[in-house]
């Protein structure tokens, strides 16, 4: 069964930049598409950005487009997220996913279990 780790989350004053790595284990997600999700204290998940197998093609969420970069290396099987220029409202659990379809077709097949963002003024 493969597995996903987030990594980089952490306490960040707002402004700054910040890279979180999702590491994929036991199987290889190069053949899914991969998406980086985040979900707020008392709010739904939402999905930020999503990336097709190849990384060729991108999608971002109103809220974070210019802001924040997906992005994949499938030969160390690693998915990335650039953050820049963060907000109080960026503060967040962000999960990463890999999955099958496009756009709002996209179904996650796989999760990893989280980390946190915190941005402070």
């Known amino acids: 069964q493969g597995q996903l780790a987030e990594s980089g989350g952490g306490l960040v004053q707002a402004g700054e930049s910040r890279q979180l790595t999702c590491a994929g284990s036991g199987h290889s997600f190069s053949v899914y598409a991969m998406a980086w999700f985040r979900q707020a204290p008392g709010k739904e998940r939402e999905r930020v950005a999503l990336i097709n197998w190849a990384g060729g093609s991108t999608t971002y969420s109103d809220d974070v487009k210019g802001r924040f970069t997906i992005s994949r290396d499938n030969a160390k099987n690693e998915l990335y997220l650039q953050m820049n220029n963060l907000r109080i409202e960026d503060t967040a659990i962000y999960f990463c996913?890999?999955?099958?379809?496009?756009?709002?077709?996209?179904?996650?097949?796989?999760w990893g279990p989280g980390t946190q963002v915190t941005v402070s003024s």
């Open positions: 996913s890999a999955g099958t379809g496009w756009g709002p077709t996209y179904k996650s097949a796989f």
